[in-house]
């Protein structure tokens, strides 16, 4: 049985929204995942619009539901869907903490999440709602660029310092997600001068954990992490990566904040972002 049941997908109905719905209802194809769409209204959203402006809130989240509904249909009239669960729903809110509240209370296994696919670390964009989620939510995450594309037989890239640990769930809704794509994996370890090469055992451990899934194991010295691996994705042809975020540890926590608002504004692939299990 799969370990991926349910599929978050908040939207916002921009293209980036599109894409990221295209990849959660494959993934869900796969896995055969219920999929749930969820659109945040702020609760001052209506003020100001020509054609809302004399309406009642309630009047206008009802109809951005029926819009909602709308933009689903399209989706869900495609017959390779037509086995798929899907829902729509909306709060009204802060759109990062209604997103990670409805996730909990429906115990979804996976938020894909659009991104605007910006190169640069430009300040209106370092606020992202998808950087705002990877920061704050422990479900494994998705972001979805608005130029990335869903294909199977693809290259991913997993960038870790083998310093991980992940919990089985976490180990398998990557296998899941990389099975849905029938990924080839290149598993990139990048050394900043002080450190080690990793050791047979770390091979070894990643090999039994993905079992079924192929995978290459690559070390490069650079004193740029993010850097190197920006090259790498775009000399290597990775179709997406994975990263692991440290959370029990504040340095890692520190970087890993940093790191992960520059790789989802500065890098057009998805990227898998997992966490590390809790430490008391």
């Known amino acids: 049985m799969s370990s991926i049941k349910k599929i978050l ?36 959203e209506h003020l100001g619009e020509d054609e809302f402006g004399g ?26 869907y ?17 997103i990670e509240a409805f996730a909990k209370d429906n115990g979804c296994d996976l938020i894909t999440m659009g991104t605007t696919g910006a190169t640069g670390l430009k300040a209106k964009f370092i ?12 479900i494994p995450m998705l972001t979805v660029p608005e130029k990335a594309a869903f294909h199977k037989h693809t290259n991913y890239m997993f960038a870790t310092d083998f310093n991980i640990d992940l919990d089985k769930y976490s180990w398998d ?5 990389l099975k849905a794509q029938q990924v080839k994996l290149k598993v ?8 080690d090469e990793f050791s047979i055992k770390s091979i070894d451990d990643i090999k039994e954990k993905l079992e079924g899934i192929s995978v290459q194991f690559y070390s490069k ?49 998805p990227i898998l972002v997992l966490h590390d299990r809790e430490k008391a």
Request: net charge neutral.
């Open 55 to 80: 309406l009642w809130f309630d009047e206008y989240c009802i109809r951005r539901l029926h819009d909602l509904e709308k933009w689903v249909g399209r989706f869900i009239r495609n017959k390779k």
């Open 221 to 269: 010295v650079a004193t740029d992490v993010i850097e190197e691996i920006g090259e790498y994705v775009n000399d290597n042809h990775i179709a997406g990566v994975i990263v692991v975020s440290h959370r029990h540890k504040l340095l890692y926590q520190m970087l890993f904040n940093s790191t992960s608002r520059m790789m989802v504004l500065g890098l057009n692939v």
């Open 127 to 138: 606020g992202s709602n998808a950087a705002r989620m990877i920061s704050n939510t422990k």
């Open 173 to 177: 809704v990557l296998k899941e997600v």
């Open 82 to 98: 037509a086995n798929i669960m899907v829902t729509a729903s909306y709060k009204v809110g802060d759109t990062v903490a209604q």
């Open 188 to 195: 990139l370890h990048v050394i900043d001068g002080d450190g």
């Open 9 to 44: 997908v908040p939207v916002d109905f921009s293209k980036c929204a599109r894409n990221a719905m295209l990849f959660a209802l494959e993934i869900a194809k796969s896995t055969t995942a219920e999929v749930h769409v969820l659109h945040i209204i702020h609760t001052h």
